[in-house]
């Protein structure tokens, strides 16, 4: 039996072993066949030498994790292991923007990064996945950056209030609030990114603009980046609407989730027939997010699988 003891040092150790080293029984169950005993920054691991070899490479990617992402999640811990985020740990082109109080956002998981470096190719960009992959705050990460870097005038995001049948009138109060509970992902992703005041400056002046998706109908939006959210609740109708409001010097990017269409039985998302029908058109991109890129509780990725059983 082969035995080799690691220091960790210049990150901090609750932040790679967490909280009653919860983060750390983790990692033991993930490398059954060798014994870690970890001591403040010593840690040390007894083994066959191939799985000592297996479980350091592992380990120093989770503390590069840490140091360009100031944490990891079990649920990244996972990833990491089985090698989809390896090949991004060292891009410095994953930091989307710097954000308020100095938050970096950045892309965390592959297929978050081939968003940001799809949309810088082409001008449309689909992004499908399930519930947690992260596809609605990249976006609105993507247009920040985009806006705060003069490329665009305006933001412009909207979703189909598909649960009102896009009929508000019947909920009191102004339009404001009729649409909030319906964007309200938007809301947060933006309070995230933007101090309070300088968000209602941008909202006021409508530099950035959150509507439904029926008052897209008749605009030409030129100079902006408009994203479509919950995509899969158009019609194909609304979808060729939306698509063709695309003027001069705009991006688009349109997210969804194939599995939570809420449209009657009989109508035939639109999201799902531009996928089947646009996607060998040159200048639209189509990224794929699975249940590997769920950043949202642990717990998530393994509701998804079932889901797909």
Same mark, same amino acid.
Do not use: C, W
């Given at each position: 039996?082969?035995?080799?003891?690691?220091?960790?040092?210049?990150?901090?150790?609750?932040?790679?072993?967490?909280?009653?080293?919860?983060?750390?029984?983790?990692?033991?169950?993930?490398?059954?066949?060798?014994?870690?005993?970890?001591?403040?920054?010593?840690?040390?691991?007894?083994?066959?030498?191939?799985?000592?070899?297996?479980?350091?490479?592992?380990?120093?990617?989770?503390?590069?994790?840490?140091?360009?992402?100031?944490?990891?999640?079990?649920?990244?811990?996972?990833?990491?292991?089985?090698?989809?985020?390896?090949?991004?740990?060292?891009?410095?082109?994953?930091?989307?923007?710097?954000?308020?109080?100095?938050?970096?956002?950045?892309?965390? +998981?592959?297929? !978050?990064? /081939? @968003?940001?470096?799809?949309?810088?190719? *082409?001008?449309?960009? &689909?992004? #499908?996945?399930?519930?947690?992959?992260?596809?609605?705050?990249?976006?609105?990460?993507?247009?920040?950056?985009?806006?705060?870097?003069?490329?665009?005038?305006?933001?412009?995001?909207?979703?189909?209030?598909?649960?009102?049948?896009?009929?508000?009138?019947?909920?009191?109060?102004?339009?404001?609030?009729?649409?909030?509970?319906?964007?309200?992902?938007?809301?947060?992703?933006?309070?995230?990114?933007?101090?309070?005041?300088?968000?209602?400056?941008?909202?006021?002046?409508?530099?950035?603009?959150?509507?439904?998706?029926?008052?897209?109908?008749?605009?030409?939006?030129?100079?902006?980046?408009?994203?479509?959210?919950?995509?899969?609740?158009? +019609?194909?109708? !609304?979808? /060729? @609407?939306?698509?063709?409001?695309?003027? *001069?010097?705009?991006? &688009?990017? #349109?997210?969804?989730?194939?599995?939570?269409?809420?449209?009657?039985?009989?109508?035939?998302?639109?999201?799902?027939?531009?996928?089947?029908?646009?996607?060998?058109?040159?200048?639209?991109?189509?990224?794929?997010?699975?249940?590997?890129?769920?950043?949202?509780?642990?717990?998530?990725?393994?509701?998804?699988?079932?889901?797909?059983?």
């Amino acid at each position: 039996m082969n035995e080799k003891l690691i220091i960790v040092n210049n990150i901090d150790i609750i932040k790679l072993f967490g909280t009653n080293n919860h983060k750390l029984n983790k990692i033991k169950t993930l490398f059954p066949k060798i014994k870690i005993i970890a001591r403040g920054e010593e840690v040390k691991v007894r083994g066959n030498k191939k799985d000592i070899n297996h479980f350091e490479e592992k380990l120093i990617s989770f503390i590069e994790h840490i140091k360009m992402h100031q944490n990891i999640t079990i649920n990244q811990i996972e990833r990491l292991m089985e090698g989809d985020e390896k090949e991004i740990l060292n891009i410095k082109k994953n930091i989307i923007l710097h954000a308020k109080n100095g938050k970096t956002i950045t892309a965390k +998981t592959v297929n !978050q990064y /081939k @968003m940001l470096s799809e949309i810088s190719k *082409v001008d449309m960009l &689909f992004a #499908i996945g399930p519930a947690g992959t992260g596809k609605t705050y990249t976006a609105v990460a993507i247009a920040v950056k985009a806006l705060k870097q003069k490329l665009i005038k305006r933001i412009i995001l909207t979703r189909p209030a598909i649960e009102a049948g896009e009929n508000l009138g019947f909920l009191p109060g102004d339009l404001k609030e009729k649409l909030d509970p319906y964007m309200q992902p938007i809301y947060d992703a933006l309070f995230d990114m933007f101090e309070e005041e300088k968000l209602k400056r941008l909202l006021q002046d409508r530099t950035i603009q959150i509507a439904p998706l029926a008052f897209m109908r008749g605009r030409t939006l030129d100079n902006a980046f408009v994203i479509l959210d919950e995509g899969q609740n158009t +019609t194909k109708k !609304q979808m /060729k @609407m939306f698509l063709t409001r695309m003027g *001069v010097g705009s991006k &688009f990017i #349109i997210t969804g989730d194939e599995t939570q269409i809420d449209l009657p039985k009989n109508q035939e998302s639109g999201l799902i027939h531009a996928r089947n029908n646009l996607n060998k058109i040159k200048g639209i991109s189509f990224v794929k997010l699975n249940e590997k890129d769920v950043i949202r509780h642990k717990l998530i990725k393994q509701i998804i699988k079932a889901y797909k059983k």
